[in-house]
T-cell receptor
Framework: NAGVTQTPKFQVLKTGQSMTLQCAQD?????MSWYRQDPGMGLRLIHY???????DQGEVPNGYNVSRSTTEDFPLRLLSAAPSQTSVYFC???????????FGDGTRLSIL | QQPVQSPQAVILREGEDAVINCSSS?????VHWYRQKHGEAPVFLMI?????EQMRHEKISASFNEKKQQSSLYLTASQLSYSGTYFC???????????FGSGTKLNVKP
């Protein structure tokens, strides 16, 4: 059982470039979320989804887009990368309210 | 919106006990606890629900005081493997949004 799979694991971008971080889960979870974690900091919610076709903003949504066309996939798009977006990005899924979050291994993103 | 954790950091000797606190200014209906080792993803420890029982994971237990909107994580007879950063998390307001606290870094030394 793969759980939550994130790709790529590492990425270096130049300022202004765009890219998509991939997240897929095989647990049939309705709820999926994207978090960013800056060095020595907690996890901040970027965007989340409660099912296919339903997404909403979290605490720090600016500069990021998401879509949820299937239950399994929840990609995160950086529209025009900025150095302030250098961070570790975690995707998480859960079955529903009051259920544990399952995390992917993270994507370490550096923007020069 | 984020729950507030205290202390920010704890240094223990193996076998000592520690308490980590998590509080919110808004009503809590559930509190999750996670542990993150350096360079890894957070891992779920336990969840406490409003009106539910105190939970336990190995020698780690937690309580949830709904009236005070607080939860505490108790690490008893700490082991070296307990080192890491502990996060509480909860759904605040909109039940679909999940927020994490700022974390408590625990360092257990031999």
């Amino acid at each position: 059982n793969a759980g939550v799979t994130q790709t790529p694991k590492f990425q270096v971008l130049k300022t202004g470039q765009s890219m998509t971080l991939q997240c897929a889960q095989d647990m049939n979870h309705e709820y999926m979320s994207w978090y960013r974690q800056d060095p020595g900091m907690g996890l901040r919610l970027i965007h989340y989804s409660v099912g296919a076709g339903i997404t909403d903003q979290g605490e720090v949504p600016n500069g990021y887009n998401v879509s949820r066309s299937t239950t399994e996939d929840f990609p995160l798009r950086l529209l025009s990368a900025a150095p302030s977006q250098t961070s570790v990005y975690f995707c998480a899924s859960r079955e529903g309210r009051y259920q544990p979050q399952h995390f992917g291994d993270g994507t370490r993103l550096s923007i020069l | 919106q984020q729950p507030v954790q205290s202390p920010q950091a704890v240094i223990l000797r193996e076998g000592e006990d520690a308490v980590i606190n998590c509080s919110s200014s808004k009503a809590l209906y559930s509190v999750h606890w996670y542990r993150q080792k350096h360079g890894e993803a957070p891992v779920f420890l336990m969840i406490l629900l409003k009106g539910g029982e105190q939970m336990r994971h190995e020698k780690i237990s937690a309580s949830f005081n709904e009236k005070k909107q607080q939860s505490s994580l108790y690490l008893t007879a700490s082991q070296l493997s307990y080192s890491g950063t502990y996060f509480c998390g909860t759904e605040i307001g909109n039940f679909n949004k999940f927020y994490f606290g700022s974390g408590t870094k625990l360092n257990v030394k031999p």
